[in-house]
């Protein structure tokens, strides 16, 4: 591909071989900066992903704080989410799925502490 360019470059003036040259480095840095954004964008739906089922819980845990009273709150509710995070993380062992998820399911084992 670089060697085509060079072969146009020389049938023509040096003017439009430094434009072929900025449109080659343009298309070049948007390239990178869309595999950047993708990157970024992966990255942060990851660490949504992690942390997105222990926000839910905080209100309820500000709440039983503030009232120091758990009225309401059924711990039947935290053996099922344990036992399926559980159960999340030894799943992976035999069929690998996507590491956000493995997180996710160490870090709601260790919020139900």
């Given at each position: 591909?670089?060697?085509?360019?060079?072969?146009?470059?020389?049938?023509?003036?040096?003017?439009?071989?430094?434009?072929?040259?900025?449109?080659?480095?343009?298309?070049?840095?948007?390239d990178?900066?869309?595999s950047?954004?993708?990157?970024?964008?992966?990255?942060?739906?990851?660490?949504?992903?992690?942390?997105?089922?222990?926000?839910?819980?905080?209100?309820?845990?500000?709440?039983?704080?503030?009232?120091?009273?758990s009225?309401?709150?059924?711990?039947?509710?935290?053996?099922?989410?344990?036992?399926?995070?559980?159960?999340?993380?030894?799943?992976?062992?035999?069929?690998?799925?996507?590491?956000?998820l493995l997180?996710?399911?160490?870090?709601?084992?260790?919020?139900?502490?």
């Amino acid at each position: 591909q670089t060697q085509i360019f060079f072969v146009v470059c020389r049938h023509y003036h040096s003017s439009v071989c430094l434009s072929f040259i900025e449109i080659y480095l343009f298309s070049k840095m948007r390239d990178d900066l869309f595999s950047l954004f993708v990157r970024l964008a992966s990255w942060t739906a990851s660490g949504a992903m992690v942390v997105g089922g222990i926000v839910p819980f905080i209100p309820q845990y500000r709440d039983i704080l503030r009232t120091n009273s758990s009225e309401g709150f059924s711990l039947y509710v935290c053996l099922v989410l344990l036992l399926a995070n559980i159960l999340r993380i030894f799943f992976w062992f035999g069929k690998h799925y996507e590491l956000p998820l493995l997180a996710q399911s160490m870090l709601g084992c260790l919020q139900l502490r």
